[in-house]
């Protein structure tokens, strides 16, 4: 089935630091792809997504591009700060064949931690 | 705008016991609804997801069970609690508010 992996965490930066975090995808046909962002204590939000190939997601100074080619999505941004610190989730859509409901399937998630 | 809500935002509950968590929705009518489980240290779980009343289908097998009673409620429950259960609990919703889901703010469960 679809799957969503990401580097591996905990990812610990200084403020300004340029950020990149891992995300590669497998999957039948043409998903849009995700990122979600987890403050502590809070439920998902969604900070930006793409579509199709070459779709450039941007939001908050972050950025991913849904790279077909190399089946990934990496999440950049070019100067962190501390407000960035959270758990960040790389997801795809995906089709329940059943009822064709649509579901996202998530990477494991990896925590940033921004020290001032 | 849309918006999540479920309740309690924390529980803990002791091994055997019972279980309801609750998920209600407003701002949006005949969603997807879905329940996922975060454990410790670890990814999303995709639970249980409805597209209508009375509809559910589940993802794992589990001790855990799901219903959707109206449009806009959906609801986990368990007879009884197993320590593998504790874990931070979410609802979503699709079509969310710019695109994808539309998540709760969790229910964070702790079985001892």
């Known amino acids: 089935g679809d799957s969503v992996t990401q580097m591996e965490g905990p990812v610990t930066l200084s403020e300004e630091a340029f950020l990149t975090i891992n995300c590669t995808y497998t999957?039948?046909?043409?998903?849009?792809l995700f990122w979600y962002v987890q403050y502590p204590g809070e439920g998902l939000q969604l900070l930006l997504k793409a579509t199709k190939a070459d779709d450039k997601g941007s939001n908050k100074g972050f950025e991913a591009t849904y790279r077909k080619e190399t089946t990934s999505f990496h999440l950049e941004k070019g100067s962190v700060q501390v407000s960035d610190s959270a758990v960040y989730f790389c997801a795809l859509s995906d089709s329940i064949r059943v009822w064709g409901a649509q579901k996202l399937v998530f990477g494991q998630g990896t925590r940033l931690t921004i020290n001032p | 705008s849309q918006t999540i809500h479920q309740w309690p935002a924390t529980l803990v509950q002791p091994v055997g016991s019972p279980l309801s968590l609750e998920c209600t929705v407003e701002?949006?009518?005949?969603?997807?609804l879905y329940w996922y489980r975060q454990a410790a240290g670890r990814g999303l779980q995709l639970l249980f997801y409805?597209?209508?009343?009375?509809?559910i289908s589940s993802e794992v097998p589990q001790n855990l069970s799901a219903s959707r009673p109206q449009d806009r409620q959906f609801i986990l429950s368990s007879k009884k609690l197993l320590l593998s259960d504790s874990g931070f609990y979410l609802c979503a919703l699709i079509p969310g508010t710019g695109g994808g889901y539309t998540f709760g703010s969790g229910t964070r469960l702790t079985v001892v």
């Open positions: 701002g949006t009518s005949n969603p997807n």
């Open positions: 999957a039948t046909g043409y998903p849009s």
């Open positions: 409805s597209v209508g009343i009375g509809q």
